[in-house]
């Protein structure tokens, strides 16, 4: 039996671990207008205040909506919770819809794309500062790609089956060290997700007009793709940052990652200073560094814990350990309304939870750089037959499908322990599903969207036709979780909160910002 065998057994001892996995999803999603263009306007007043609404916020732009689940345990509720706050989301939208896609819809003009606005209190005006930083860093059009981000936990009897009864201290740090272990492990192996569900292989040209890509272009009407592109929203073109691909952070601790994002968060740039901090009285940036502040640390999975009031994200690692991880590389899902689907779900308990029980060697120097090549030979070129790469520096190079076919056979033994403990065969239905779509690259998420631009004669088509199908069909939902008194009540209250926040300043921004940052000073 091998180690992984031998851990799965030890937590199945105890099956109702496999119905306590904590869950939360954020689905970004742009507005556009009845002209299929992004749409403009500030963000629904009748939504409440995007600084303190706890279900619907925005990200970078005005235009950018996020939504946002609290943890659950239980798929469906999950997924109904989701899909309540789009219904409501969508009833105070007007004539606009929600763009089905990661990858922008048509966009005239860079300089018009509206910065996200928070109020007047010093965290809301910190908040558009940092998106203006990141505005004048990378272009607002890199900023308005969405993703959906799906926040995962163990529950406490997983590291009770594991490693028995600890005192406080011992348990942080077993808790610590397992999801840095299931980190390494996701870097390892997580170029199976673009693989699966990556949904941006083509864009509309208006985002890299006038850009060099380097990248071979090909064309349907007027959409770019590449033919075998599963995920270019997690390629250079898109939702990265190459300013910071040789910071380097490790993974095989938590104080050695704390240490490296330390480090990170010092570190000046020589590009960013010459864009100036504060330049007539107006502030341009938060400052020079490589790193603004710790979210501009772009990656595809995260350690994270919820942070005190005013804690930093490492502030709150650093007190209390890893508490879960964000998964941050699914694309949005264009064959869903509410960007992501149960099959999805099912899929990332299943490999999560392989990435946290699977052996997992510590991090060498190299191997970050082995594993950014994987994910970026997937991002590019996932669907193209024969593709082969090594899973690491110092091992043979195989073929996507037999690295694929390997990880199934594990994930399968997992998904016949969760149906045992949640009945049915739902896991290993998803198994027997995804497992065909290693086979046949034509089944993944991108292929099937590619076959649809092409038959619709571009990616703009594909969209609005998606747009408007989810329009109707979100409007139609009846709330299932939720109710329309909660959703309103919600959007009192975030207006009451950021009147409070507001009353409650007593510095000047200025002296806010140099508050804010001298942990840095005092490191």
């Given at each position: ?301 995260r350690p994270k814990r919820v942070a005190k009031n005013g804690e930093k994200p490492s502030e709150a690692l650093k007190r209390g350990g890893v508490e879960y991880i964000e998964v941050r590389s699914l694309d949005v899902n264009p064959f869903s309304p509410i960007g992501v689907s149960k099959e999805q779900v099912l899929f990332l308990d299943l490999f999560v939870t392989w990435c946290g029980l699977k052996d997992s060697a510590p991090m060498k120097p190299g191997d970050l750089d082995c594993w950014r090549s994987n994910w970026n030979n997937v991002i590019l070129e996932g669907r193209k037959p024969g593709l082969s790469f090594k899973l690491c520096c110092d091992q043979e190079p195989n073929s996507l499908v037999h690295w694929g076919k390997l990880i199934f ?115």
């Amino acid at each position: 039996m091998t180690d992984f065998s031998a851990r799965l057994q030890q937590v199945a001892r105890n099956p109702e671990t496999f119905k306590q996995f904590g869950r939360g999803i954020e689905r970004e999603a742009l507005r556009y207008d009845a002209n299929d263009q992004l749409a403009l306007t500030p963000h629904p007043q009748a939504l409440g205040s995007a600084l303190t609404n706890k279900w619907i916020t925005t990200d970078f732009s005005e235009s950018l909506l996020e939504f946002i689940t609290p943890v659950s345990n239980d798929v469906d509720e999950l997924l109904q919770q989701l899909k309540d706050v789009h219904h409501f989301t969508m009833t105070k939208m007007g004539e606009e819809k929600l763009w089905p896609m990661s990858m922008p819809c048509f966009v005239s003009d860079e300089t018009q794309i509206p910065l996200a606005e928070y109020g007047t209190s010093n965290s809301g005006r910190m908040k558009n500062l940092y998106r203006q930083g990141l505005k004048h860093r990378y272009g607002s059009l890199m900023q308005i790609i969405s993703g959906v981000h799906f926040n995962f936990s163990f529950p406490e009897s997983y590291w009770d089956s594991l490693y028995g009864e600890q005192d406080e201290a011992q348990r942080a740090e077993t808790k610590s060290e397992g999801y840095f272990a299931l980190i390494r492990n996701y870097y390892r192996y997580g170029w199976i997700i673009p693989y699966l569900f990556g949904a941006s292989p083509a864009l509309c040209p208006s985002f890299v007009k006038g850009r060099e890509t380097g990248l071979p272009f090909e064309k349907i009407g007027k959409t770019l793709y590449l033919p075998y592109a599963t995920a270019l929203r997690l390629s250079d073109l898109g939702y990265t940052n190459s300013a910071q691909s040789d910071l380097h952070i490790g993974f095989n601790s938590l104080p050695e990652y704390l240490q490296g994002l330390k480090a990170a968060m010092h570190k000046p740039s020589e590009r960013f200073a010459k864009l100036g901090v504060k330049v007539d009285g107006e502030h341009r940036q938060l400052n020079s560094n490589v790193l603004q502040i710790e979210n501009e640390l772009y990656a595809p999975i995260r350690p994270k814990r919820v942070a005190k009031n005013g804690e930093k994200p490492s502030e709150a690692l650093k007190r209390g350990g890893v508490e879960y991880i964000e998964v941050r590389s699914l694309d949005v899902n264009p064959f869903s309304p509410i960007g992501v689907s149960k099959e999805q779900v099912l899929f990332l308990d299943l490999f999560v939870t392989w990435c946290g029980l699977k052996d997992s060697a510590p991090m060498k120097p190299g191997d970050l750089d082995c594993w950014r090549s994987n994910w970026n030979n997937v991002i590019l070129e996932g669907r193209k037959p024969g593709l082969s790469f090594k899973l690491c520096c110092d091992q043979e190079p195989n073929s996507l499908v037999h690295w694929g076919k390997l990880i199934f056979e594990q994930l399968t033994e997992i998904a016949i322990e969760m149906d045992k403990a949640h009945g049915g065969n739902e896991y290993q239905s998803v198994c027997q599903t995804l497992t065909s779509w290693i086979d046949d690259p034509e089944l993944t998420m991108s292929g099937r969207l590619l076959n649809a631009i092409r038959e619709a004669g571009g990616i703009g088509k594909v969209g609005c036709q998606l747009g408007e199908q989810y329009r109707a069909e979100l409007l139609a939902h009846q709330y299932q979780i939720y109710n329309q008194s909660m959703m309103e009540e919600e959007v009192v209250h975030s207006r009451q909160q950021q009147q409070q926040i507001e009353q409650a300043d007593t510095l000047s921004f200025d002296d806010f910002l140099a508050d804010y940052f001298s942990y840095l000073v005092k490191e």
